[in-house]
Antibody, heavy 122, light 109 residues
């Protein structure tokens, strides 16, 4: 059974770079033609797509975050990562990683990791 | 403001049926399939419906989805207290963006 687990610091200082990693178990990140993604949710708020990537390294970012986002994949460790630079309090959120099913007109996320709360504060 | 509109909250009696709407545009729902997610309190979202009306394995047939034009609907029959959750619709928008609705908090009376 595919499982995803986020890891990283729970506290980041303003103007610093947020860095979180998603460890994938139960299947190879390179198999099946799937994409992988990050979605975030501020406290008490809704879902916001951050970006997605393919195991080849191709990336797709939310246009509103594109200038600050970098995503990468490490197939040898079966994990992928998100870096968000120049963070502010508005970037405080639970960050979820998920497998993205994306082909033709079909686009959805399943399964999701449990999420990691990252707080931006000095 | 999200490109997909959902009512912030809805309520219905246990055992009854509820339909949660998701309104979009020609650039998103109008041309792409819709997915629905259930987020129970304190947990991660879980896929309920994909490709407008398909249920993943393990999702009971009390949950259904439909799409017409630029709107989609999630239906839940035989409401249970365990269905109290936030429900989100999602799709791809031609602005090169995955978009989600603002979420609907469902209360079972």
């Amino acid at each position: 059974q595919l499982q995803l687990q986020e890891s990283g610091p729970g506290l980041v200082k303003p103007s610093a770079t947020l860095s979180v990693t998603c460890i994938v178990s139960g299947d190879s990140i390179s198999s099946g033609g799937y994409y992988w993604g990050w979605i975030r949710q501020p406290p008490g708020g809704g879902l916001e797509w951050v970006g997605s990537l393919y195991h080849s390294g191709s990336t797709y970012y939310n246009p509103s975050l594109k200038r600050r986002v970098t995503m990468s994949v490490d197939t040898s460790k079966n994990q992928f990562s998100l870096k968000l630079s120049s963070v502010t309090a508005a970037d405080t959120a639970v960050y979820y990683c998920a497998r993205r099913h994306w082909e033709e007109l079909s686009d959805y996320f399943d399964p999701w990791g449990q999420g990691i709360l990252v707080t931006v504060s000095s | 403001q999200s490109l997909l509109s959902q009512p912030p909250s809805m309520s219905a009696a246990a055992g009854q049926k509820v339909t949660i709407p998701c309104s979009g545009r020609s650039s998103n729902i109008g041309r792409n399939s819709v997915s629905w997610y259930q987020q129970l309190p304190g947990t991660a979202p879980k896929l309920l419906i994909y490709d407008n009306n398909k249920r993943p394995s393990g999702i009971p047939d009390r949950f259904s989805g439909s799409k017409s034009g630029t709107s989609a609907t999630l239906g839940i029959t035989g409401l249970q207290t365990g269905d109290e959750a936030d429900y989100y619709c999602g799709t791809w928008d031609n602005s090169l963006n995955v978009v989600f609705g603002g979420g609907t908090q469902l209360t079972v009376l």
